[in-house]
Nanobody
């Protein structure tokens, strides 16, 4: 399984970005998928997760109402729409895959496969 994250960039506070994660090498629709982020000097933290069918999602409290995780099982692609960005959202964002398709995991150790990360920088 391989994951390739893209879509990061630099935006001003209040702006939006959409991250994508291309999946290959496995049965995409069997996996639950997640987004994590890591800011400089901080631990990697959970952002959002989505079940195999796309109908179940979980978010960390600080992004609820601003971020939306979604997936397109026909395109083997995971997305993270990020709105109302603020400087505290600045981090490298990683996508990850968990073979337990219905399990909405929030801990990084629960994910077997990881993408390489894409940088998001939000300026004030």
């Amino acid at each position: 399984v391989q994951l390739q994250a893209s879509g990061g960039g630099s935006v001003q506070a209040g702006g939006s970005l959409r991250l994508s994660c291309a999946f290959s090498g496995g049965a995409f629709s069997s996996y639950a998928l997640g987004w994590f982020r890591q800011a400089p000097g901080k631990k990697r933290e959970f952002v959002a997760t989505i079940g195999w069918g796309g109908g179940s999602t979980t978010y960390r409290d600080s992004v609820k109402g601003r971020f939306t995780i979604s997936r397109d099982n026909a395109k083997n692609t995971l997305y993270l729409q990020m709105n109302s960005l603020n400087p505290e959202d600045t981090a490298v964002y990683y996508c990850a895959a968990d073979l337990r398709g219905s399990h909405l995991a929030e801990y990084s150790y629960e994910y077997a496969y990881w993408g390489q990360g894409t940088q998001v920088t939000v300026s004030s």
